[in-house]
């Protein structure tokens, strides 16, 4: 079984489609939170003397996954969410003092935000699995079972 059941381009499709506004709103938030969690852990590390460098892998992973949502990969709106919570626990871990947990405050109302624009009814049809964004249905092999779908090329 593949990640994204209709084998698009991992990094988006040639000719994409415009998302719906939730969509780029949720994006530009996740993307957002990945900036201030950054900048967060910046702060920390250089008050703390820690080095938190490994941090920059989740945050990178955390920016492609905001990308992918914009794309419209299904797979990538539970992913995003769960590196941004992980994120924000990381960094509500090593917070010290009220000022460390006003940057955390901020990064979970992004995540909230977001999360609450990628789930909306109005844009659950942008994620279908089985739809392209251009209005043409994939075509896909009925005799196979429900989960493991190919398409015909």
Same mark, same amino acid.
């Not at 003397?49 to 797979?75: C, E, K, N, Y």
């Not at 940057?103 to 659950?124: I, K």
């Given at each position: ?22 969509? +780029? ?15 967060? *852990?910046?702060? *920390? ?27 419209? +990969? ?45 789930? +909306? ?29 190919? +398409?015909?090329?």
């Amino acid at each position: 079984m593949a990640i994204d059941p209709t084998h698009l381009p991992i990094f988006g499709d040639a000719d994409p489609a415009d998302p719906p506004a939730p969509v +780029r709103v949720a994006s530009t938030l996740l993307l957002a939170h990945v900036a201030v969690t950054g900048g967060h *852990l910046a702060l *920390l590390a250089n008050a703390s003397g820690q080095d938190l460098s490994l941090a920059i892998v989740p945050m990178g992973l955390s920016a492609w996954f905001a990308l992918s949502v914009r794309a419209g +990969r299904d797979w990538a709106r539970a992913a995003a969410l769960l590196l941004a919570v992980l994120g924000v626990v990381l960094v509500l871990g090593l917070s010290t003092g009220p000022v460390d947990l006003v940057g955390v405050a901020l990064s979970m109302l992004l995540v909230t935000a977001a999360a609450a624009q990628m789930y +909306r009814a109005d844009v659950r049809d942008y994620f279908q699995p089985g739809e392209s964004h251009l209005g043409e249905p994939d075509e896909v092999r009925a005799d196979v079972a429900p989960d493991n779908r190919t +398409r015909h090329h």
